[in-house]
């Protein structure tokens, strides 16, 4: 799964400084969480992003495909 954090901020004009204020976490754990750099989030940081962005959790996760997956 890839977090959509940024493309949602970039589509509502909202810098990742604003959400990294209102997350109120580490600098260092929220830069990971947002580049993708994590591989998995707290239950407590999704129901957070849903809530300051507004958004339910499909909207900020979406499938990643890698170019060696097979379908067998």
Known sequence: MKLTVLEVLERTG???YWLYK???MSYGN???MVNNQTSSIRFENLEALC???EC???DI???????DDSLS
């Not at 996760?61 to 170019?67: F, G, R, S, T, V």
Request: hydrophobic fraction near 25%.
């Open 56 to 58: 339910m959790p499909n």
């Open 14 to 16: 909202k810098t990742k």
């Open 30 to 32: 929220f830069k990971k």
């Open 22 to 24: 209102q997350m109120g």
């Open 51 to 53: 809530q300051i962005l």
């Open 61 to 67: 996760l979406k499938p990643e495909c890698h170019e």
